[in-house]
């Protein structure tokens, strides 16, 4: 069963409080979360990745979603991490959607079913997008052919290229 809470209608922008309503009404899991990106990150980049910033979201709720993911590049991955230090692709997922008020399970395959589906031409910046099947990993695309994501261990939260990314599954919007 699914639990919704909505925030009192005043504490939110009328943009956020439509989409929040929206997601409740899809069966989405909402808890009222502040919309801040965890401060630090900033690892490694390549020269591709800063010459193909992220896209601009089109919502406030996906804007929040590609910011706090943003902010954890070069966080190491950690196999059922969370953050606030270390992450896995789902816990990454997990942690950037709460920060916009949506609550996701922490594993790719359920995060895999949960909004609506969206081809791989409509990607808009916010969206999930899946990998292998069955599915085993998740991450943000951010516009321009990039998504963020905390790859496997060993390595860290960085952008990749979507188009290089092998066993292309799903992809969902929720926000």
């Not at 950690?78 to 606030?84: E, H, I, L, S």
């Amino acid at each position: 069963m699914t639990t919704t809470r909505m925030p009192r209608s005043g504490s939110l922008p009328a943009v956020r409080r439509a989409a929040l309503v929206l997601l409740a009404g899809a069966g989405v899991a909402l808890s009222p979360l502040p919309a801040q990106a965890a401060a630090g990150g900033g690892g490694p980049s390549s020269a591709a990745v800063a010459a193909a910033p992220a896209a601009a979201a089109a919502s406030s709720a996906a804007q929040t979603v590609v910011s706090t993911a943003l902010a954890q590049k070069g966080k190491p991955y950690v196999w059922a991490g969370a953050g606030p230090n270390s992450y896995d692709c789902s816990g990454l997922t997990q942690r950037a959607f709460a920060a916009a008020g949506v609550k996701l399970p922490h594993s790719s395959r359920m995060q895999s079913k949960m909004g609506a589906p969206v081809s791989r031409n409509a990607l808009r910046p916010g969206d999930l997008v899946f990998f292998y099947n069955p599915v085993s990993h998740v991450g943000i695309y951010i516009g321009n052919g990039q998504m963020v994501h905390a790859p496997r261990a060993g390595d860290v939260v960085k952008v990749s290229s979507f188009d290089r990314m092998p066993g292309f599954h799903s992809a969902r919007r929720l926000a």
